[in-house]
């Protein structure tokens, strides 16, 4: 299993467009900023055909250290959630799982 | 925000591009990741977060309607986790970037 990374994207955008590998970076960087910027303003993002993020906020909840069993506090917090779009599910179960339905 | 608002806020930010190939750019990027996870390769962007796919065993359902046993085969599914970074910045952990 191989790991895709920043550098991966920056090759493909460069080879896409007739940017330098150096914009090429910088619009990689850009691209996910902007979409960080938008969700901590509580705002959800859509990309269509590949999903959406939006931001749950989470009550304060009793946890439990799991060691020593004491009771512990945990804050309310502000979780990312990604739900991927069907597109997304269907692509990838027709490459990995090739004879479930979907 | 959507797709063609995230592709305005990049054309305001570099005038010197043509919104066509900004449409390019943000289109090219999400068919990486959606071409690696296709694979069933990991994406990982520092600070953002990491996609990967997650296997589901086939398994022998119930459909609760009717309580008749179904066979569910096997799937895969994608699988986000945050990054810290960003983890914190919806916390307010680190200051808004600018």
């Known amino acids: 299993m191989a790991t895709v990374t920043r550098a991966h994207l920056t090759e493909a955008v460069y080879e896409e467009v007739g940017l330098s590998r150096n914009e090429s970076a910088e619009l990689v960087e850009s691209v996910f900023g902007e979409i960080g910027k938008s969700l901590e303003s509580g705002e959800t993002v859509k990309i269509s055909s590949f999903g959406s993020f939006y931001v749950r906020e989470k009550g304060e909840r009793v946890g439990r250290n799991p060691k020593t069993g004491d009771e512990v506090p945990i804050l309310p917090r502000r979780v990312l959630v990604f739900r991927p779009s069907h597109v997304l599910k269907e692509r990838i179960n027709r490459s990995l799982s090739p004879k479930s339905g979907e | ?98």
């Not at chain 2, 459909?63 to 983890?87: D, Q, S």
Request: glycine residues 6%.
């Open chain 2, 1 to 98: 925000m959507v797709k063609s608002e995230l592709i305005a806020r990049l054309a305001e930010q570099n005038p010197h591009l043509y919104q066509r190939d900004i449409e390019r750019i943000v289109s090219t990027i999400f068919e990486e990741v959606s071409r690696a996870l296709a694979r069933g390769d990991r994406v990982e962007l520092r600070g953002f977060g990491a996609y990967s796919v997650k296997r589901r065993a086939a398994r022998q359902a119930r459909n609760p309607r009717t309580g008749e046993a179904v066979h569910v085969a096997e799937k895969h599914v994608p699988f986000f986790k945050t990054g810290k970074e960003l983890r914190q910045r919806l916390n307010g952990q680190i200051p808004p970037q600018s």
